[in-house]
């Protein structure tokens, strides 16, 4: 027992080392950067709007409604379209669509590269996207423009790819925080969307970047929460079911929304005419939406608010959900640049508005809160990150439980419908499959011991090289490689018809013994008590596919194991997912279904 603690020794609960440290005071300044750069957008999202829509270049708080261009401002969309447009062909088409997908591409298949263009046109793009009416918020170009700036303030250090991925990330929390200044949903997103691993090395450092951005967001004295909401809902089953039922509406919504947004896609894809000028044709629709409900464009921040405060009539909601829904909708499929956060908020919480009339009593701006949440959770497929996004909004801890209830069942409704979100099916239409669930690597949990052959067929050390050859050629030879043993049962090596071959051309004679021929060679050994986890990693190096397993107390051979045995591992993990059984029964035999591989 001794001996396989020493050789269990190097086995933690998690493989971080202090190198963690150094990767999180990298993600302080990335966090720094990441504010600037957010802090900037805001800033140009509301100039822009300004001169779009009142011809003033100032940074004053003007509202779009009081516009001067009565109808000519359904133009105002289209030019700035076109603008995009431009910039997207001659700068760089990563600018299109709402940045989260293009992080996730970097993340997984661009070793977590992005390059300076995308840190500069993507907030200038969304810039003029958004202040020219598109129905979009700031938070998607901020994650992109922050993910950017971690991968190139990466890409000057000597790091791995993984750490890029963190800085990537970190600077992509740090662009959340800015905006809403929620620095736990911040990091929720991180781990429930762009990272794709739960460990310490990655979480630590996306942490340390979104409580810095929050702090300094905070000494910068920008609000916080944005969202005041102090309203609640005592829990009884009556509220339990409206919970329930603003996430069904939610989920429903959410694949409504989803694929109202991917049919204009692959209906502007059929257009005769290149994707530089499709976003005018979204413009067009923005501008036309903007007549039918000015509420519909640009963030919309106030929408919330109202909605919040229990100012939105019914029918009005109903008119900024279906006007808000179809120029999102079309404006995102023609490739332009924006958000989708703020949307869904606002198309959510109309919904949530609508449905108050028919759901339990509660405080004014409850159920559109929930359903703001929910209709987020369900589209992003984030629930947690909905539900702390939603409390760090209004500052309103009472809301938990009634959010997680929401955000929850708009979760089960998605996934249950939908095989992708709304940002990960962009991934999947470029050729790359995406899975989103994380669990404990079976290999991480097996020993060698469980799944090895343990009647093992050696060969002598004694058998001499033509006794070899004859043997491993022979019809009823069922392996093509075994263990040479000397007389105590000690492991000499292996043998196979390669090394055989390379013994004869060696010029080695017929009559020379396995042992003399093994003398001095580096045999890889693997023992009963080590995961196999480390043991694909000695079957990598060994450049073989089976192993001999030996006893570490006296080094005797006691099994073999090869790479079908690693298969079968996996066999048994799908069939401990797929095989139902009943392990408790009163009376009746229980049956069970036969698992692959188990005996007739």
């Not at 790819?161 to 809403?180: C, H, I, Q, S, W």
């Not at 929408?303 to 919040?308: R, S, T, V, W």
């Amino acid at each position: 027992m001794k001996s396989a603690r020493a050789g269990n020794g190097h086995l933690r609960d998690f493989t971080t080392d202090p190198r963690v440290l150094v990767i999180a005071a990298i993600a302080v300044v990335v966090a720094t950067a990441g504010l600037f750069a957010g802090i900037v957008l805001l800033k140009l999202i509301r100039l822009a709007t300004n001169v779009a829509y009142s011809g003033q270049f100032t940074l004053a708080e003007l509202r779009l409604e009081d516009t001067p261009l009565g109808y000519a401002a359904v133009i105002v969309p289209v030019i700035g379209a076109l603008i995009i447009g431009l910039m997207a062909r001659f700068g760089s088409e990563k600018i299109r669509g709402h940045g989260i997908p293009e992080a996730i591409e970097a993340i997984l298949l661009g070793r977590s590269r992005l390059d300076a263009k995308v840190a500069v046109l993507k907030p200038l793009s969304s810039a003029i996207s958004i202040g020219s009416g598109g129905p979009f918020g700031a938070e998607g170009p901020i994650i992109m423009t922050g993910g950017a700036i971690g991968s190139l303030i990466a890409q000057m250090l000597p790091v791995s790819d993984n750490e890029r991925k963190t800085l990537l990330v970190a600077g992509a929390a740090a662009g959340m925080t800015t905006v809403f200044g929620t620095p736990i949903a911040a990091i929720m997103l991180a781990v429930e969307l762009l990272l794709f691993e739960w460990t310490p090395r990655s979480f630590i450092p996306v942490a340390v970047a979104a409580i810095v951005a929050e702090v300094e967001r905070t000494l910068l004295h920008l609000p916080g929460p944005i969202f005041p909401f102090s309203g609640s809902m005592e829990a009884s089953i009556a509220g339990l079911g409206g919970w329930v039922l603003v996430g069904i509406a939610s989920g429903l919504l959410s694949g409504l929304l989803t694929q109202m947004v991917y049919a204009c896609e692959d209906a502007f894809q059929k257009l005769p005419i290149h994707w530089m000028w499709w976003p005018m044709i979204g413009g067009l629709v923005v501008g036309i939406g903007g007549l039918i409900e000015p509420q519909a464009l640009g963030v919309g921040y106030d929408n919330i608010a109202n909605m919040l405060d229990g100012r939105v009539l019914a029918a009005a909601a109903l008119t900024l959900l279906v006007v808000k829904a179809i120029i999102w909708s079309v404006a995102l499929g023609s490739g332009t640049s924006g958000g989708v956060l703020a949307p869904l908020l606002i198309m959510g919480g109309a919904m949530g508005a609508v449905l108050a009339g028919i759901l339990p009593e509660a405080t004014p701006g409850f159920w559109p809160l929930l359903a703001m949440a929910a209709t987020m959770g369900g589209t992003m497929r984030a629930p947690l990150t909905a539900t702390f996004f939603a409390v760090e909004l209004t500052g309103n801890t009472h809301m938990l439980v009634p959010l997680i209830a929401a955000c929850a069942t708009a979760h089960a409704v998605t996934v249950l419908l939908m095989k992708r979100s709304i940002l990960t099916e962009k991934v999947a239409r470029r050729g790359h499959h995406l899975v989103r669930e994380y669990r404990v690597d079976p290999f991480a949990l097996t020993r060698v011991g469980e799944v090895m052959t343990t009647k093992v067929e050696s060969v002598p050390a004694t058998m001499t090289l033509h006794g070899a050859a004859a043997f491993l050629t022979a019809p009823d030879t069922r392996h093509p490689s075994f263990p040479v043993t000397d007389e105590d049962g000690h492991v000499l090596g292996l043998i196979d018809p390669p090394a055989i071959l390379r013994w004869r051309r060696a010029g080695k004679h017929r009559k020379t013994t396995l042992g003399e021929l093994l003398t001095g060679s580096k045999v890889t050994l693997a023992y009963p008590d080590e995961y196999l986890e480390g043991l694909s990693d000695k079957l990598l190096l060994a450049n073989v596919s089976h192993l001999p397993v030996v006893s570490r107390e006296d080094a005797r051979l006691v099994g073999y194991i090869g790479w079908k045995d690693l298969m079968r591992v996996r066999s048994k993990k799908q069939a401990e997912e797929r095989d139902r059984s009943a392990l408790l029964s009163f009376g009746a035999k229980r049956k069970t279904q036969q698992s692959i591989g188990d005996p007739v």
